[in-house]
């Protein structure tokens, strides 16, 4: 069965310091992979995509991913209070329609 | 706002009831999907669709739930005779291509709450 592996946490940072997500995947032919954001109470939103290996950085936030490790990680810089949340990690089903796979999430919390 | 769209946002029902979840997706988009999350776990993948067409239901329940995509209007996700262990928050996703890149954005969701 394929499978999106995060630890959920919590994983607690205090503010002003990197946060570091991980997360590691079963299924060799994904391509695509996903960075979500989900406040309590709240639909997920999209944070990064990331298609290439190597790194990929918009604003505070960096993607990561290493296929040769089935690896994905999300580093948080600059830490904020208001980035404390849960980060799923989403990657696609090469061999199925390409529904995405998720994973259960890591919660962050920032403390001031 | 272009945004998915989906309603009720919060739908409370008797055991034994029916529940109709409506989802609009993004302007230009094609494939829906369909999410459910119960408190405190993670996403559980429930079906994807395209205009008239289930592409894969494989995380549906075979009893009760059912969900279309007509070719006009939004698209629907009805669970009939509700359960209490029905109570989750059910989101909506919405993709244009559904292509390896695609991405699927999320509509706020609906709280259905069975008593």
């Known amino acids: 069965q394929k499978e999106v592996e995060q630890n959920s946490g919590p994983l607690s940072v205090p503010e002003g310091a990197i946060a570091s997500l991980n997360c590691t995947y079963s299924?060799?032919?994904?391509?695509?992979f996903f960075w979500y954001r989900q406040y309590s109470g709240k639909s997920p939103e999209l944070i990064m995509s990331?298609?290439s290996n190597g790194d990929k950085e918009d604003g505070r936030f960096t993607a990561q991913l290493n296929k040769a490790s089935q690896y994905v990680s999300l580093l948080i810089r600059d830490s904020q209070p208001s980035d404390s949340a849960t980060y799923l990690c989403?990657?696609?089903?090469?061999?199925?329609?390409?529904?995405?796979?998720w994973g259960l999430g890591t919660s962050l919390a920032v403390n001031p | 706002n272009a945004g998915v769209m989906q309603n009720p946002r919060h739908l409370v029902r008797r055991r034994g009831q029916e529940a109709r979840l409506r989802c609009s997706p993004m302007?230009?988009?094609?494939?829906v999907y369909w999410y459910r999350q119960l408190p405190e776990e993670g996403l559980k993948f429930m079906v994807y669709?395209?205009?008239?067409?289930?592409?894969?239901e494989s995380g549906m329940p075979k009893e009760r739930f059912s969900a279309e995509f007509p070719k006009e209007g939004p698209s629907i996700l009805r669970i009939q005779q509700v359960v209490r262990g029905d109570s989750a928050a059910y989101f909506c996703?919405?993709?244009?291509?559904?292509?390896?890149?695609?991405?699927?954005?999320f509509g706020p969701g609906t709280r259905l709450t069975v008593l």
């Open positions: 996703a919405s993709s244009r291509t559904g292509g390896p890149e695609d991405t699927q954005y």
């Open positions: 302007k230009g988009h094609s494939h």
């Open positions: 669709l395209q205009k008239e067409n289930i592409i894969d």
């Open positions: 299924d060799r032919g994904s391509q695509s």
């Open positions: 990331i298609y």
């Open positions: 989403a990657v696609d089903d090469a061999g199925n329609n390409r529904k995405l796979i």
